[in-house]
Each structure stands twice: as structure tokens, then as C-alpha cells.
């Protein structure tokens, strides 16, 4: 696995932790750091020892979008033929959860990369927004669509159109966070819940991941379809025996993620 300094690297157990590391440009996503998530995230999934994928910034900020330096001088042209922010989709593919930990500022691609993540844990200090609008184009890793699917038309319409910060406790009561915690908590509460999900059988918190966002993609009937065929076949792997059995033995169950 590489390791580089954008993009720092450590492990707590079943937990890998990504920290994004370009202080002086506010972790401004650049094609460098697109390139090592897509490829550290593509490698942490097929691990068999990683549970969980949590990613990070600094207390200033977890990013402050994309790097507009990089972008300033490129052609519509360029843009369309190198198809400009396409690979961030490969974040979809990843079969891991994965958890962000916010302090500082989320803006544009930093708002989006925190919405490709499964959990947003917050720091009383994070602000979020998608402030494109004010740069002449709108956003570009998908906030005009997970903005919208997370929080409704009319707050995801008030963000992106005047491109207006909301604060933590404003996006934690709109449902973009799933948990506001003070500052100097916000390691230790994201990494306790990427502990929790990393410990539980793997084949079951992939497929939990996967039914929930296809609750995005397809309608109620296929949806449900989708989730009792998972839960059925979930019941072939010998986690589910160690969960059941455990609960009835009023033991801790040991899953071995398969
Ligand atoms: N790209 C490149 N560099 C950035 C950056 C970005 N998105 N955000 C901050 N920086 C750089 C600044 O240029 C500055 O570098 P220099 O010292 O070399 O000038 C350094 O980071 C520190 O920034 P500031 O001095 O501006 O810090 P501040 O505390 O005064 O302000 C801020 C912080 C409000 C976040 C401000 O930096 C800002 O508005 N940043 C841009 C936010 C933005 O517009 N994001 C959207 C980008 S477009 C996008 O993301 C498209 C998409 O959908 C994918």
C-alpha cells in the first residue's frame, strides 16, 4: 500500500484512518489527493482485516473543496475530455464503511466527499457548504444530488444557490450529520463509531451499506426485494450462527467476517 504525505495513513484495529494533509491549501481535494483516496480506499476494501475506512482533516479544516488553483486555467473542453471530477465516483464503489470526521470547514468537493462517506460525525467547529455559485459554476462531485437527497429541495436550493455556510448544529438538525460532538471529542467518537461497524460481521455491514443507498437509486418494491434477498442470503455465512447463537448464550458474539 502507498503511503504519501497528502494523504496520511494509520490503523486502530479493524479501522483504517485517512488524514488528509495539505494544511496550507485547507486540504484542497487536487488530482493527487483524488488519486490516492480512490486508490488507498480501492485497496482498504479488499482487505479482509479492515472494517471500517474513516477519513479525515485537520481542525481547520476537514477540506475546503476542490483546488480551484488547479482548475483556474482549464478549458470547458479540457474539462469534458478528462471528464473532471469522474474518477471521485470510484469513492461509490467502495464496499467498506465509510465515516467521515468533520472539523473545520466542509466546502464544495470537501461537503461532497464528506456526503460520499456512509457517516458524517461533526465538530462543533465544522461548517458545511457548497459555495461553487460564487466562483461562476455550481457543484461538480455530486452535491446538487446528495445534497438534495439528504436534507430536501428547499435547504439544499438555499445552500447552493447563495452558497451560504451552515454551521454544525444547522446541518445536524437538516440530517447532514449523524453526530454533533464538541471538538476535542470528535476523533474519539468517530473512531469509536468506525470501531463499532469494523467489529461486526464485514459481509453484513457491506451489504447494509449496500441496501441502504439502493433505498437512493431504485423504488420501494425493488428495494425491498433487493434487502430480503441479502437478508436470506445472509443467512449462509457463519456470522449470522456466532450472532444468534451468541444472543441466546447471553455471550459477546466472535465474528469472524465471513
Ligand atoms: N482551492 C485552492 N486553494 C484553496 C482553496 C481551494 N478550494 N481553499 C483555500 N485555499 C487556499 C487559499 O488560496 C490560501 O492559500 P494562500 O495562502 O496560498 O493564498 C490557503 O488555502 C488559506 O486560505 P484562506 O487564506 O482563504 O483562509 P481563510 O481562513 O481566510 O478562508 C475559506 C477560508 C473561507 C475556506 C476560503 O479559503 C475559501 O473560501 N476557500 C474556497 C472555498 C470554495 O470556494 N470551495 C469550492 C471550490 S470549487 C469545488 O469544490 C467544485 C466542486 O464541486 C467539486
Excluded at 451489504?207 to 441502504?212: D, I
Aim: aromatic residues 6%; glycine residues 8%.
Amino acid at each position: 500500500m502507498s503511503e504519501t504525505d497528502i494523504v496520511l495513513q494509520s490503523r486502530e484495529g479493524r479501522v483504517a484512518i485517512l488524514t488528509l494533509n495539505r494544511p496550507k491549501a485547507l486540504n484542497a481535494l487536487n488530482s493527487a489527493v483524488m488519486r490516492e483516496l480512490v486508490q488507498l480506499t480501492a485497496e482498504l476494501d479488499r482487505d479482509p482485516e479492515i472494517g471500517a475506512i474513516l477519513i479525515t482533516g485537520s481542525e481547520k479544516a476537514f477540506a475546503a473543496g476542490a483546488d480551484i488553483k488547479e482548475m483556474e486555467d482549464r478549458s470547458a473542453m479540457e474539462m469534458m475530455l478528462a471528464d473532471w471530477f469522474s474518477d471521485w465516483e470510484a469513492l461509490e464503489r467502495v464496499r467498506t464503511p465509510m465515516i467521515a470526521a468533520v472539523a473545520g470547514f466542509a466546502l464544495g468537493g470537501g461537503c461532497e466527499l464528506a456526503m460520499m462517506c456512509d457517516l458524517i460525525v461533526a465538530a462543533d467547529s465544522a461548517r458545511f457548504g457548497q459555495p461553487e455559485i460564487k466562483l461562476g459554476i455550481i457543484p461538480g462531485m455530486g452535491g446538487s444530488q446528495r445534497l438534495t437527497r439528504a436534507v430536501g429541495k428547499y435547504k439544499a436550493m438555499d445552500m447552493i444557490l447563495t452558497g451560504r455556510m451552515i454551521d454544525a448544529e444547522e446541518a445536524e438538525r437538516i440530517g447532514l450529520v449523524s453526530r454533533l460532538v464538541p471538538a476535542d471529542r470528535l476523533m474519539e467518537e468517530a473512531l469509536d463509531a468506525a470501531k463499532t461497524i469494523a467489529e461486526f460481521s464485514k459481509p453484513a455491514t457491506m451489504t447494509a451499506k449496500e441496501a441502504t443507498n439502493r433505498s437512493f437509486e431504485v423504488g420501494l418494491r425493488e428495494g425491498l426485494l433487493h434487502e430480503r434477498r441479502i437478508f436470506h442470503a445472509l443467512f449462509a455465512g457463519g456470522d449470522r450462527k456466532e450472532g444468534m447463537s451468541a444472543f441466546r448464550e447471553k455471550r459477546q458474539p466472535t465474528f469472524r467476517h465471513g
